[in-house]
């Protein structure tokens, strides 16, 4: 059981989170600093050192609790339907992703966009490495699921491009996963062409052309679909 003082320093520790979280909102990440934080809070910024060692390990904690909403969101989205609709959630899950991404334009440049400096480093495993992987298993679980149940005609290994083919391997070994190398390709294609027409919506680089882009959105839906093999259907209304 928790002491009282654990409570309080947790408790604390979520107001920072929050606070450096609604100064990304209002005013991007080159806002969230220690010193703006602390003035928020009505605290000295050399008392937020009692929470974070530095600048990076705040950011990085808030980027944990980003990849931790996201999933839950994911999940909820999922645990919704029938395990039998794996079609469905496929779709699903797509859509929950959008409709977080277009709801919070700030987080996902933080989490998707171009690292700044405190993020962009090699150093150990962290939390915020740890929920992203959770997130990015949310993916991939759901594609394993499909595989395992509703298996697609694929490529042989030997018929890989093979410096992919290698790349693959390598991938494959790192996270333990039990795929085709081909299958994998799919899946990083699919993940690509998912994230890269989101990305492009939440940054605005749609906009010469499209005001609405949930048509194109769809599109791509219904072609990922098409590829898996699963049935596509439209979003409700």
């Given at each position: 059981?928790?002491?009282r003082r ?16 609604r100064?990304?909102v ?13 003035r ?13 060692g ?19 969101e ?26 977080w ?11 998707f966009?171009?690292?700044p400096?405190?993020l ?5 495993i ?12 949310t993916f991939?679980?759901l594609f ?14 030997d018929?890989l491009?093979?410096?992919l083919r ?5 991938y494959?070994e790192t996270?333990?996963?039990d ?11 699919c ?19 499209l005001d609405?882009?949930?048509p ?6 219904k ?6 093999h ?6 409700r209304g």
């Open positions: 059981m928790e002491s654990e409570r309080q320093r947790a408790a604390t520790v979520d107001e920072i989170t929050r606070t450096a979280r100064i990304l209002a005013d991007g990440v080159e806002a969230v600093t220690l010193r703006a934080i602390a928020d809070m009505g605290m000295t910024a050399p008392g937020l050192y009692r929470y974070f530095n600048h990076g390990e705040l950011l990085r904690h808030l980027v944990a609790a980003l990849f931790r909403e996201i999933t839950e994911l999940e909820k989205g999922m645990d919704a339907l029938p395990n039998r609709e794996i079609g469905l959630k496929f779709l699903t899950v797509g859509r929950v992703f959008r409709e991404c277009l709801a919070h334009p700030r987080e996902f440049a933080l989490l966009g171009a690292p400096p405190a962009d480093d090699e150093g150990p962290d939390i915020a490495d740890e929920c992203g992987r959770q997130f990015a298993m991939m679980q394993l699921h499909l595989w395992e149940h509703h298996p697609f005609p694929v490529a042989s290994d018929e491009d093979p410096s290698v790349q693959l391997a390598r494959r996270r333990g996963i795929l085709p190398l081909a299958v994998l390709q799919i899946f990083l294609n993940w690509v062409r998912l994230e890269g027409v989101i990305s492009m919506e939440v940054f605005g680089h749609l906009d010469f052309a609405d882009a949930e194109l959105f769809e599109l791509t839906l072609d990922l679909a098409e590829m898996l699963v049935p596509y259907t439209p979003p």
